[in-house]
């Protein structure tokens, strides 16, 4: 399969550089607008003031303008960076070099699952390498200043280390699984390639839970208590196969909050962030009181000294988080999308998703204008075909589809709080909401347009409002 495109090398590459650019021009128009409501905004307005005091509000606002500025300046390097890559011949020069590494070896052009492996490993390191000044500055600047971040450099280090060997190890093997799968598949290589890529996100979802989250965060079990009485009676009413019930520890990364569920058919598991919960002590703060109590006093000065500390951290701790009735409604909230089976609806278009894409990448493929016009003269790699076809081409169907998902995602969030509303959660939902939107110093108050592209989840009052309405 393959069509001739009425278009010439030129026009192609310079399509995709002014897609790009006005794709970037659109997206800072729409971050402007949101800019200049966080600006506006000083006065908690009148809808909010109920649910937010200007304290917070003033807090929640300077975080976000903080955000913003920050998201602009990365945004525009990142920009520039692309077009630089693609109009100096970026690809084509990695690609070279990765070939001339592999002929050091002895391999000629003929190993081109072994070039992909190298091109694809050198991509990474350039990635990663710009990615982390960005990255830093975001963690330990920005987070870190509005009191959200919780790592240490140690730990950021080993978790940066960590996170690019998994990545590596994992996308090596399917890149040139993948290149090979193509390159043997015949005129129907579209139909294997997309049962391989289906076949691995699920195996990919499938040790996540076990070998791959552990790696990087402390999961347990959490404790017998009145909650998980309540959250396993909850899973009983509306039959959710609750498998394993675990507590993870956020608060060794930051202190934002969150909870969700994953897995297979009866193998539900749901996941609760400690920074969610306000009366959760870890196991090993627990031992460390006990200690310290079993411990003698040895100067009676220097005890009260440290039961004071103790008390002020503690303190800090609850000042987060949810009670136990607000933690079910969020639940019931995440146990809605279950039920209304949106992870499979969402499984289902992506996959259909993949076909399309590798469909139309069947009939691109072989076409020498689209090697040519990104500075492949003379050879058309596979990986090389991904990446401009899949990238670059399609930039603009991506667009389109990103937008719709992101409408569809939010659709379902309605769902589920209805769903929340449906097993008798709604005032204790609501009541979470508002508590999490500010402990994550969410801004209550989106541009429309903003919001429309941006927004996976509602704007809070939306959310609200739409469960009062259900009555
Ligand atoms: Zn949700």
New binding site residues.
């Given amino acids: 399969m393959a069509i001739d495109i009425p278009f010439s090398e030129q026009t192609i590459f310079l399509s995709v550089i002014v897609f790009l650019w006005i794709v970037y021009l659109w997206e800072s128009y729409l971050s402007h607008r949101q800019m200049k409501l966080f600006k506006s905004t000083e006065k908690v307005p009148r809808e909010v003031e109920q649910i937010m005091d200007q304290t917070t509000f003033s807090k929640a606002r300077l975080y976000q303008i903080d955000k913003a500025t920050f998201g602009f300046y990365h945004g525009l390097f990142s920009q520039i960076e692309n077009s630089v890559i693609l109009w100096y011949g970026g690809l084509p020069f990695v690609w070279y070099y990765s070939g001339k590494l592999l002929a050091g070896y002895g391999f000629d052009s003929t190993h081109e699952i072994k070039q992909s492996m190298i091109f694809i490993l050198f991509c990474s390191i350039f990635n990663m390498i710009i990615n982390i000044p960005w990255d830093l500055y975001r963690t330990f600047v920005i987070e870190e200043r509005h009191n959200f971040n919780k790592q240490t450099l140690g730990f950021y280090a080993k978790d940066q280390i960590k996170k690019f060997a998994l990545t590596i190890v994992i996308i090596l093997p399917i890149t040139a699984a993948l290149v090979w799968i193509i390159k043997a598949g015949g005129d129907y290589f579209f139909i294997y390639a997309w049962v391989f890529v289906f076949v691995i996100s699920l195996l990919l979802v499938t040790i996540y839970a076990d070998y791959i989250a552990p790696l990087f965060d402390k999961f347990t079990a959490l404790p017998e208590g009145e909650l998980r009485q309540k959250i396993e009676d909850l899973a009983a009413s509306i039959n959710f196969p609750l498998y394993k019930l675990f507590v993870v520890e956020g608060s060794k990364r930051s202190t934002h909050s969150n909870a969700y569920f994953y897995g297979f058919f009866k193998n539900k598991r749901i996941v609760l962030f400690d920074t969610l919960l306000k009366d959760y002590v870890s196991k090993d703060e627990r031992e460390e009181k006990e200690k310290k109590i079993d411990e003698p006093a040895k100067e009676e000065t220097g005890e009260t000294d440290n039961n004071k500390d103790e008390e002020s951290t503690t303190k800090e701790k609850k000042s987060i988080g949810c009670d136990n009735e607000e933690v079910l409604a969020v639940l019931a909230?995440?146990l809605?999308?279950w039920k209304l089976s949106?992870n499979l609806k969402n499984l289902f278009i992506s996959q259909a998703n993949v076909l399309l894409t590798f469909i139309v990448f069947a009939t691109l493929h072989n076409n020498k204008k689209i090697f040519m016009s990104f500075g492949f003269m003379n050879e058309m790699p596979t990986i090389i075909g991904l990446i401009i076809i899949l990238q670059f081409i399609f930039s603009p169907y991506n667009e389109v589809f990103s937008f719709l998902m992101t409408a569809l995602?939010r659709r379902?969030?309605f769902q589920?709080?209805a769903f929340a509303k449906s097993v008798k959660q709604a005032a204790y939902l609501k009541s979470a909401l508002i508590k999490l939107h500010k402990d994550n110093l969410g801004f209550p108050i989106a541009d429309s347009l903003y919001s429309a592209f941006y927004f996976s989840?509602p704007p809070l009052l939306e959310r609200l409002k739409a469960m009062d309405k259900l009555d």
Avoid: K, P, R
Wanted: aromatic share 10%; proline share 0%; hydrophobic share 20%.
């Fill in positions: 909230h995440e809605g999308h949106h995602s379902f969030e589920a709080d989840h």
